[in-house]
């Protein structure tokens, strides 16, 4: 059984980087043609694919975060972590890692961590 776990700062300031870890349990990330990815969910809204880290170590970003967001592992402890830059207000949201990514079935979804912006 796959499980993920979100962890990080469940508070940060405007203009500053969030970050996120994800540690993956009962599975490796680098196991061939599996796709890790980060959706969010402000509040009140629709989820928000965010990126995808692949099993070889690409990325591919939706275009709304491509400037800001950076994705990256850690395949010694099984991890893969988000940054946002230059946050604001709105990126007030639950986010969430994924074991999935665009054409491939989002099949095992970590718990959710808040996330909230102060101005």
């Known amino acids: 059984q796959v499980q993920l776990q979100e962890s990080g700062p469940g508070l940060v300031k405007a203009s500053q980087t969030l970050s996120l870890t994800c540690t993956v349990s009962?599975?490796?990330?680098?196991?061939?043609?599996?796709?890790w990815s980060w959706i969010r969910q402000p509040p009140g809204k629709g989820l928000e694919w965010m990126g995808v880290i692949a099993y070889e170590g690409s990325n591919s970003y939706s275009p709304s975060f491509k400037s800001r967001a950076s994705i990256s592992r850690d395949t010694s402890k099984n991890q893969f972590s988000l940054q946002l830059r230059s946050v604001t207000p709105e990126d007030t949201a639950v986010y969430y890692c994924?074991?999935?990514?665009?054409?491939?079935?989002?099949?095992?979804w970590g718990q959710g961590t808040q996330v909230t912006v102060s101005s």
């Open positions: 994924i074991r999935g990514g665009p054409h491939v079935e989002y099949d095992y």
């Open positions: 009962g599975g490796s990330i680098t196991t061939s043609e599996y796709y």
